[in-house]
């Protein structure tokens, strides 16, 4: 029987048609492919790759942006898929989330035309994954005390600091990174394969276990001067995606609680056949 979600302010009515279709694509996803695999991939610690590629295919990688491949859906579309998948695991909404919100949104507002047809396409595809590097050892809450800094070496930069708890780093292809170029916070794009950077997996996490979180390391690592995002200076731009990826990840507690509640239920049901079938036997 296909999963009915408790809706007690009947906010499905309020959707479109289309919403109502994504809805239902992402939630037979999770029911068929995400549920019946999420204690194996916790307990393994992993994030299943052909999840990334289900996402890709279903088209709701970077849901609301437009053109460049893009899905182009509404936000809302945005924030009924962040519910959906975040009923399944918290990591897998973790990772659309990291995708559309952080790693493309900047992209997508602040990157130049060359950045965003080079990107764009491949990452609502699923075929690249991106992160975020914006948390440092020392400064989380704190950003704007970044210690990460990129040097103008004429032909090229020298970006050099370290990251963590970043989320898809060891598996993205690409990192948006916040660095500090001359006192000015600045995003830059680093490519996995780029000389002098690293992004080894911090294991053991107690939570979110079936996403991926790493470290960044950046040391003395050379990248072209095309790659800095040339729309946005100073904290706005990490935090206007912040912002962005919120959104989605209130959506995402929505469908969090509607699993704890159906997971509850489940239970008490499951107790209350179990004392009749008791009850029966002492009769
Ligand atoms: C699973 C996971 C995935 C993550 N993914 C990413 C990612 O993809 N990219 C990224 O950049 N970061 C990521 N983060 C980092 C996350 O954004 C930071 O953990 C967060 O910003 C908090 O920083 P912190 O851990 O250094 O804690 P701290 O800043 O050290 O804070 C510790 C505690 O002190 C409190 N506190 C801090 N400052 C103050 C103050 N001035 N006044 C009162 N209380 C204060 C905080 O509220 C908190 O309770 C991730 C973290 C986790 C756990």
Same mark, same amino acid.
């Given at each position: 029987?296909?999963?009915?979600?408790?809706?007690?302010?009947?906010?499905?009515?309020?959707?479109?048609?289309?919403?109502?279709?994504?809805?239902?694509?992402?939630?037979?996803?999770?029911?068929?492919? =995400?549920?019946?695999?999420?204690?194996?991939?916790?307990?393994?610690? =992993?994030?299943?790759?052909?999840?990334?590629?289900?996402?890709?295919?279903?088209? =709701?990688?970077?849901?609301?942006?437009?053109?460049?491949?893009?899905?182009? @859906?509404?936000?809302?579309?945005?924030?009924?898929?962040?519910?959906?998948?975040?009923?399944?695991?918290?990591?897998?909404?973790?990772?659309?989330?990291?995708?559309?919100?952080?790693?493309?949104?900047?992209?997508?507002?602040?990157?130049?035309?060359? &950045?965003?047809?080079?990107?764009?396409?491949?990452?609502?595809?699923?075929?690249?994954?991106?992160?975020?590097?914006?948390?440092?050892?020392?400064?989380?809450?704190?950003?704007?005390?970044?210690?990460?800094?990129?040097?103008?070496?004429?032909?090229?930069?020298?970006?050099?600091?370290? $990251?963590?708890?970043?989320?898809?780093?060891?598996?993205?292809?690409?990192?948006?990174?916040?660095?500090?170029?001359?006192?000015?916070?600045?995003?830059?794009?680093?490519?996995?394969?780029?000389?002098?950077?690293?992004?080894?997996?911090?294991?053991?996490?107690?939570?979110?276990?079936?996403?991926?979180?790493?470290?960044?390391?950046?040391?003395?690592? $050379?990248?072209? $001067?095309?790659?800095? @995002?040339?729309?946005?200076?100073?904290?706005?731009?990490?935090?206007?995606? @912040?912002?962005?990826?919120?959104?989605?990840?209130?959506?995402?507690?929505?469908?969090?609680?509607?699993?704890?509640?159906?997971?509850?239920?489940?239970?008490?049901?499951?107790?209350? &056949?179990?004392?009749?079938?008791?009850?029966?036997?002492?009769?």
């Amino acid at each position: 029987m296909p999963y009915e979600a408790l809706d007690f302010y009947d906010v499905d009515s309020l959707l479109t048609d289309e919403e109502r279709m994504v809805r239902d694509m992402v939630r037979d996803f999770v029911d068929e492919e =995400v549920i019946p695999k999420i204690e194996h991939a916790c307990r393994d610690g =992993v994030f299943p790759d052909e999840w990334r590629v289900a996402l890709g295919e279903m088209g =709701v990688l970077g849901a609301p942006l437009k053109g460049y491949d893009c899905p182009g @859906l509404s936000y809302t579309a945005y924030g009924v898929i962040c519910r959906e998948l975040e009923r399944g695991d918290s990591g897998l909404r973790s990772f659309a989330s990291v995708q559309g919100s952080l790693a493309m949104y900047p992209i997508w507002d602040f990157g130049s035309e060359e &950045q965003k047809q080079r990107y764009l396409p491949k990452m609502a595809s699923g075929e690249w994954i991106g992160c975020f590097g914006l948390t440092e050892p020392d400064y989380g809450s704190n950003p704007g005390d970044m210690i990460t800094k990129a040097e103008d070496m004429g032909d090229h930069y020298l970006l050099n600091g370290a $990251k963590m708890w970043i989320t898809n780093g060891t598996i993205a292809q690409l990192a948006v990174v916040w660095a500090k170029l001359d006192g000015v916070i600045r995003g830059f794009i680093v490519e996995k394969d780029d000389p002098g950077f690293s992004a080894p997996e911090m294991k053991g996490k107690h939570s979110l276990k079936a996403s991926v979180t790493s470290e960044l390391v950046f040391q003395d690592c $050379k990248i072209p $001067k095309d790659r800095i @995002l040339p729309g946005v200076k100073g904290l706005r731009g990490p935090f206007s995606c @912040l912002n962005n990826a919120r959104y989605g990840i209130s959506w995402g507690a929505v469908g969090a609680a509607q699993a704890c509640f159906d997971s509850a239920k489940e239970y008490a049901l499951s107790r209350i &056949q179990f004392t009749t079938q008791s009850q029966l036997a002492v009769l």
